[in-house]
């Protein structure tokens, strides 16, 4: 693939972003020089509503911010200076309630939440009305709503122990009905069920005309798919991207090598952000506190340092929202040169 | 003649419970352990822990699943 020069990269960036309101800063070259952040002063910093049991997913719209607790089965909704709006769900199993929920995906209005322990894709209005859903036979793991009539949704490998190596599909498209329409992305399979559940867990990520799936170890290839599940575009992490590497132990005695791209990431303005897995004192790959910014072509365009470990990312234009360590939720700005 | 259809009819009652009570238990009961195992490492998987934590814990939902086919 063809090199961007340097300049080109920070033009399209500051032409993405760089205008973004209350993002606070003036030039691409600003955000990606210096690498720093500065924390938004919360409102109501000292609620119990910035705090959360477990929580699993977190997201955004134009108006709002979104953060799915799988334990207390709830989406609470903030504005984007993380002023407490209100809260939806409850625990349960009839229209609106969620057990153990951990993904959901926001279109055109709706929420599209992943119900993993009703093993249901549910759909609701931005206050949590109930519109819809519809039942899936494993427990789904990522949804995505790809259009008004298309929703992609991922599950781990099934694969029991001592069971032949079968590779199977990891992502399967559905209407907002349950009709099933396709699936695509073969797993990965080395035969050990624990590491083959590692190295298959992944993210899904909306891209023009259709949405990235990207494994978060042992596959540097990040893969586009369109709206029918055909790959459209394959590129390659930038070489000079760190790559954590953790040996690993495995049946029968053996060692297996998981290689961390990201602990979670996300798209905006046409990047992709990588929350970089670190290393623990005791020689674990835990939470990182560094993001990796890459280009559409896989090319490494800079950092961003922020101040604590995350475990969750959204990001909104200059704008970053995480979920700590601590499970508590606090925003983020890149700062100015 | 007697004593034999007597004792062919204890052998397929034996059969019969050893063999096939148990075999139709265990079709009902091993989506149940499978599906407590996926349940089990789809929390495990959202708990944040460090990856070689996570692989602990992701052994612990197989062996859970063994002893859940195993009971039966």
């Not at chain 1, 209100?86 to 929920?101: H, M, N, R, S």
Request: aromatic residues 10%; contains cysteine.
């Amino acid at each position: 693939m063809k090199k961007r020069p340097a300049g080109f990269l920070c033009l399209l960036w500051f032409m993405v972003v760089g205008d973004f309101s209350g993002a606070g800063f003036r030039s691409a070259e600003a955000l990606i020089l210096t690498g720093r952040v500065r924390e938004l002063a919360l409102e109501n910093p000292g609620t119990d509503t910035l705090y959360f049991a477990k929580p699993a997913a977190i997201g955004h719209d134009d108006e709002n911010l979104y953060i799915l607790d799988s334990i207390d089965s709830e989406i609470r909704v903030f504005s984007k200076s993380g002023a407490f709006r209100y809260a939806t769900g409850k625990k349960g199993q009839g229209p609106a309630e969620f057990d153990g929920p951990n993904d959901f995906s926001l279109y055109g209005g709706k929420i599209y939440v992943s119900d993993a322990g009703n093993r249901r894709i549910q759909i609701l209005d931005r206050k949590g009305k109930y519109l819809g859903g519809f039942k899936v036979t494993s427990f789904p793991m990522k949804v995505l709503a790809l259009d008004e009539n298309a929703v992609v949704v991922s599950h781990l490998p099934a694969a029991l122990p001592g069971d032949a190596a079968k590779e199977e599909n990891l992502v399967r498209c559905f209407t907002p009905d349950g009709n099933y329409v396709w699936e695509a992305v073969r797993s990965l399979r080395d035969g050990d069920p624990v590491f083959d559940t590692m190295q298959n867990r992944h993210v899904l990520k909306a891209c023009s005309g259709g949405f990235y799936f990207l494994r978060m170890c042992n596959d540097p290839w990040i893969r586009c798919l369109d709206r029918r599940g055909n790959i459209s575009r394959t590129v390659r992490v930038d070489k000079k991207y760190g790559w954590k590497t953790l040996s690993v132990p495995a049946q029968k005695g053996k060692k297996l090598t998981l290689s961390g791209l990201f602990w979670d990431c996300d798209v905006s303005g046409g990047f992709l952000y990588l929350l970089v897995p670190e290393f623990s004192e005791s020689g674990d790959l835990i939470a990182g506190r560094r993001l990796a910014v890459l280009s559409d072509d896989g090319s490494l365009v800079g950092w961003l340092d922020l101040p604590v470990r995350v475990n969750k990312i959204s990001i909104d234009g200059g704008r970053i929202y995480v979920i700590d360590t601590d499970y508590r939720l606090r925003i983020f700005l890149a700062e100015e040169k | 003649m007697k004593k034999n259809i007597v004792l062919a009819a204890a052998m397929a009652l034996l059969f019969t419970a050893v063999v096939l009570i148990p075999a139709s238990l265990l079709a009902g009961a091993v989506p149940e352990c499978e599906q407590e195992r996926q349940k089990c490492r789809t929390d495990v998987l959202g708990n944040e822990e460090g990856w070689l934590r996570t692989m602990l814990m992701l052994s612990i939902c197989d062996i859970a699943w063994g002893k859940c086919v195993l009971r039966i």
